[in-house]
């Protein structure tokens, strides 16, 4: 940033000495950069503090900072390569205002990189959020068949008792069995199990249980977290889902179809 200012110092030596060069750098000059780098120094202080924070702290991808590297070590290399060096030819034409325009247009784009970095980041929580509510509609999907199951079992309850009564009164132990062999067989199989008091994490677990039981994953996992925390739930819904993704993940290419993971 401070090479932005550096070229606007040149571009002001340029206009109080029309006839000099970058190498005759004025004091003149000189205390305008001093200035004008201590001015934007101030003036940025807030929104860098509010708006880069951010952006330090949740771009967790090494790559993406190696890239962002190259990209301020190219507008260096740029500022550097535009100062003038004989400020006589700023004069010839419009290349005085060309070149200011040119400044301007770099920062524009140094601004825009930012913005578009922020939204990258803004589109990956969005999306995170999205497949969370999706495991939470899922599960609710779920939880509301195996309630409306269990409601039609309740119903047909009184009666199932008086039949299993009347079969057992007349000593017809066959047909008791062959009837409560049918009767479990019409049981719903979905289990809402309780992992754990976050009621967040347990849905989020139910719906990995029902995905490996598709897929044939046996499981092996202990959860001890409690109903209230101070970590925010999509955020620690979608970091448990990520390690889960990575172990369904590993489960595919082991080769015995027995697989199993902790």
Known sequence: MSAFVSNFSYAY???L???STSGQFSWQAALFQFAATGIAAVLLIFPLRKWGSILIDRLLVSGAWGSMIAVSAAFLLLNLAIIPRHYATLYVGRCFPIYITLLLFLIAMYVSFYHT???ILRTAAIQERIQFFEMAENQYRMQKKYIEDTAKE???FKQSVFTLKQLADAGNLTALQQYLTKYASTLPETEIRQFCKNHAVNTLLN???QLAASNGIRLDWHTDIPEW???AEPDLCSL???LIENAFAGC???????QCYQ
């Open 207 to 209: 719906y990995y249980v």
């Open 240 to 242: 448990l889902g990520n």
């Open 13 to 15: 030596d340029a206009w």
């Open 117 to 119: 970095a922020m939204g």
């Open 252 to 258: 595919s290419t082991v080769e015995d179809t027995a």
């Open 17 to 19: 000495h029309p006839g």
């Open 154 to 156: 309740r119903h047909d």
């Open 229 to 231: 925390i101070h970590v």
